[in-house]
């Protein structure tokens, strides 16, 4: 049996990924960082599949992370895949600029990972293990009031490509995952109309058949929506703009 740890698998699309992998006979450890949350997702889990563990960790403390990852590589079983989903997301409603907000996404969404990768990497070498990122089209290009959540997210793009090659010596697969917009707590903060929105399920399977099929580097999906957001990365900036300008006047 397999053991897959999933951070941020307390809610949405890192709480429907976990269902997906305990009803395909996987091994799976969720973590988060609010006791609540993470006993209320564990106590639906649990009826589902025996094979279900939680551990409280929060990704922005490296002690805790290293903590984690001994818990579970130590008395549960070596990790072969981590899914690390984790996130802050607190949309600006405007364009002002918002340093407390830069300040806790930077936390959370590039620190937060970067931990976890560090300490995932001193157990992973040399076992042909998997490290995957939930990342976000979001970050493929600027875009009008995401400056703090868009940034991190280009920032796990970035970081993902280089480990793609630096962790080859390390035989530790890398890759990343780019979702459309999906029905989560975190998207309920949305103010505009999501095209193309998904369930937590629907990427749940898709994450699935990405991170066990053939090897990819990038899982994206729904294939139209983050395609289309791929081309806009080659728009001149009067054209992206104009873009802009047509949907929300700015
Ligand atoms: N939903 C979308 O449309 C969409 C699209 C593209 C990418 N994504 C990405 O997909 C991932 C999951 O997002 P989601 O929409 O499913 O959001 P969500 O339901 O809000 O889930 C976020 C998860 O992260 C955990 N978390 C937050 N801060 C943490 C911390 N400091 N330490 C540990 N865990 C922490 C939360 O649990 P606690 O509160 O218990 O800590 C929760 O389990 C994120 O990386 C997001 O950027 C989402």
Same mark, same amino acid.
């Given at each position: ?15 429907? /990924? ?46 805790? /992370? ?185």
């Amino acid at each position: 049996m397999q053991t897959i740890w999933i951070t941020g698998g307390s809610s949405g699309i890192g709480f429907a /990924v976990a269902r997906k992998f305990l009803k395909q006979n996987w091994r799976v450890v969720i973590s988060s960082s609010n006791k609540t949350k993470l006993d209320n997702a564990s106590k639906i889990l649990k009826k589902e599949s025996k094979n279900l563990y939680s551990i409280l960790c929060n990704i922005t403390n490296y002690e805790d /992370v290293k903590k984690t990852v001994t818990r579970i590589e130590n008395e549960i079983s070596p990790i072969n895949l981590a899914l690390l989903g984790a996130a802050a997301y607190s949309p600006n409603k405007t364009q002002d600029f918002d340093l407390k907000n830069y300040e806790l996404l930077i936390d959370v969404n590039l620190k937060g990972t970067i931990n976890c990768i560090d300490v995932l990497k001193n157990f992973m070498k040399g076992r042909n293990n998997h490290i995957s990122v939930i990342s976000s089209p979001v970050g493929f290009r600027g875009m009008p009031t995401a400056g703090a959540y868009g940034m991190t997210k280009a920032a796990q793009l970035n970081l993902v490509e280089s480990l793609y090659f630096d962790f080859k010596k390390l035989n530790i697969k890398v890759s990343v995952i780019n979702p459309g917009f999906i029905d989560t707590d975190s998207t309920k903060l949305n103010s505009f109309k999501m095209p193309m929105l998904k369930s937590p399920e629907y990427a749940a399977h898709e994450i699935y058949k990405g991170l066990t099929g053939k090897y990819k580097f990038e899982i994206y999906f729904p294939f139209l929506l983050v395609f289309s957001v791929k081309i806009m990365r080659i728009l001149p900036l009067k054209l992206y703009s104009y873009f802009w300008k047509k949907l929300g006047n700015f």
